[in-house]
């Protein structure tokens, strides 16, 4: 069986923490075409969550999680775990 590797690419990734939140959602997510990430507080910022237009759908971003911008301007979320498998920081 084929075995195949992913292409080195770069990035943009913001985790959505409340910490994260409480900072402010970074500008390449605010200003994204067609507003397709859109993120929530309740109960004064204890609960937060959102959603991701993707090129697959309306998609859930929890907690924790990390909002993708992909190679073609597409937006995604990510959990931690596949997050941190996948992508190392470029310095």
């Known amino acids: 069986m084929p075995i195949y590797r992913k ?12 910490k994260n ?3 402010g959602v970074p500008e390449f997510i605010r ?7 859109t993120l929530y507080s309740q109960y004064a910022g ?8 993707t090129l697959e759908g309306l998609m859930k971003v929890s ?7 992909g190679v073609q301007g597409e ?5 931690p ?6 992508y190392v920081l470029v310095e």
């Open 46 to 53: 204890e609960v937060i969550f959102g959603e991701i237009q």
């Open 21 to 23: 939140f409480t900072k």
């Open 31 to 37: 200003h994204a075409p067609n507003k397709p990430v």
């Open 75 to 79: 937006f995604y979320p990510c959990k």
């Open 63 to 69: 907690e924790g999680d990390y909002i993708i911008k």
């Open 81 to 86: 775990e596949i997050f941190k498998k996948t």
């Open 7 to 18: 292409k080195p690419v770069e990035i943009e990734a913001w985790q959505f923490t409340k």
